[in-house]
Nanobody, 121 residues
């Protein structure tokens, strides 16, 4: 399984950041996977943004929920992130990640290489 992020590396303040993750090998609708966006700002830890489950249900971080939308295109085996009204604080490396549900709870098993997004005018 490979996950590959794509999108612009530079976004202007107040605009919408749009990223897509293309998944190879296996359908994003397969039980019991959740397809996740995580980011890491410079010098900071990982921050969970949100996910879309195999069923299509979405979950978002409460701190980002008002600005975040995660969707999917099953025909292309892709899922996408849109983050609106960005500020320089949204500058980060953005990762798409697969979460697998197990009897013990689950875990992240595959990560994309990450894409660096800078918010600047």
């Amino acid at each position: 399984v490979q996950l590959q992020e794509s999108g612009p590396g530079l976004v202007k303040p107040s605009q919408t950041l749009s990223l897509t993750c293309t998944v190879s090998a296996g359908s994003i609708t397969t039980n019991y996977y959740s397809w996740t966006w995580i980011r890491q700002p410079p010098g900071k830890g990982l921050e969970w943004i949100g996910c879309i489950r195999y069923s299509g249900t979405t979950y978002y971080s409460p701190s980002l929920k008002s600005r975040t939308s995660i969707s999917r295109d099953t025909s292309k085996n892709q899922f996408s992130l849109q983050l609106s009204s960005v500020t320089p604080e949204d500058t980060a490396v953005y990762y798409c990640v697969r979460w697998v549900e197990t009897n013990l709870g689950g875990g992240y098993d595959y990560w994309g290489q990450g894409i660096h997004v800078t918010v600047s005018s």
